[in-house]
């Protein structure tokens, strides 16, 4: 039995937890804390130090990260809901500083993407996996028998008939309710999304993650792809899970 900790670090909330990687299963309570304002890197760290000390006070756990950001070899390389301040910055370096214990960082799509081919919707899927969360932003993650290909950002993508706009401008869940859009108008640009990833990838299996897969029945079939498409089986815990799983000593 192999217990990690799994931080998943928001724009407004930070969520964390004891995590058994053999089971994909939360050992005790989750806590939550808010997101210092203005999201700063020090303050965040701060936080972290204070979710592990609750979490596993005497105890030297390695910790998994997930952060909303590309991150290349522990280094954020942009920085979305959150200060601009992290680009650039060794944040595995920082939170091994503040935390003295071994870290790991990654995209948070990436660890919710990893997180269904582990221990969800995904599990042992064979072939190409394309994750995607619809949320404030839009975040994806490729997983190619097994194996998480990191930092795809496929939100960022343009559209077909969208110059202007990415997809996530389009299609996150937070146009969706900022503009007043219905299931059907919206399951629309989601079709284009879909439609356009399908084309590129050819993916064997999408897997829809996001507080919104929750209400998956009233999008997903409006979505007319070849590709099947599911919701995620891990809505808020799928950060947690995943960043935990990719801890150091977590394999
Ligand atoms: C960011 C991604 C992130 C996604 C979900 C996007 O805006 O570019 O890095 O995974 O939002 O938080």
């Keep these: ?8 670090i928001g724009g407004t909330g930070m969520k964390a937890a004891i995590v058994d990687v053999d089971s994909g299963e939360l050992v005790g309570e989750k806590i939550k ?12 760290a701060r936080v972290c130090r204070e979710l592990v000390e609750q979490l596993d006070p005497n105890g030297n756990l390695p910790v998994g990260v997930c952060f909303p950001a590309v991150i290349i070899n522990e280094v954020a390389f942009s920085a979305s809901n959150v200060d601009t301040s992290w680009i650039g910055l060794n944040v595995g370096n920082l939170l091994e500083g503040v935390l003295g ?10 660890a919710a993407g990893f997180a269904e081919y582990k221990f969800g919707a995904a599990k042992d899927v064979s072939g190409l996996v394309l994750v995607t969360t619809l949320g404030t932003g839009i975040g994806s993650a490729l997983i190619y028998n097994g194996v998480l290909v990191p930092n795809s950002e496929l939100g960022h993508i343009n559209l077909p008939g969208h110059r202007h706009n990415t997809a996530e401008m389009l299609a996150a869940n937070v146009v969706r309710v900022r503009k007043g859009l219905t299931w059907k108008r919206w399951a629309e640009h989601l079709q284009l999304f879909y439609s356009t990833l399908e084309r590129l990838f050819s993916p064997d299996l999408f897997v829809v993650g996001g507080g919104v ?5 009233e999008f ?9 498409i599911v919701p ?10 995943g960043a935990a799983a990719l801890a150091p000593f977590a394999r």
């Design 1 to 8: 039995m192999t217990h990690t900790i799994g931080i998943d």
């Design 213 to 217: 897969s929750k209400d998956y029945d």
């Design 33 to 44: 804390l808010g997101t210092p304002d203005g999201a700063k890197p020090d303050d965040v």
């Design 232 to 241: 995620a089986q891990h809505f808020n815990d799928a950060g947690i899970l």
């Design 101 to 110: 214990r071994p870290v790991h960082v990654v995209n948070d799509a990436d």
């Design 220 to 228: 997903l079939p409006l979505l007319s792809l070849r590709t099947p």
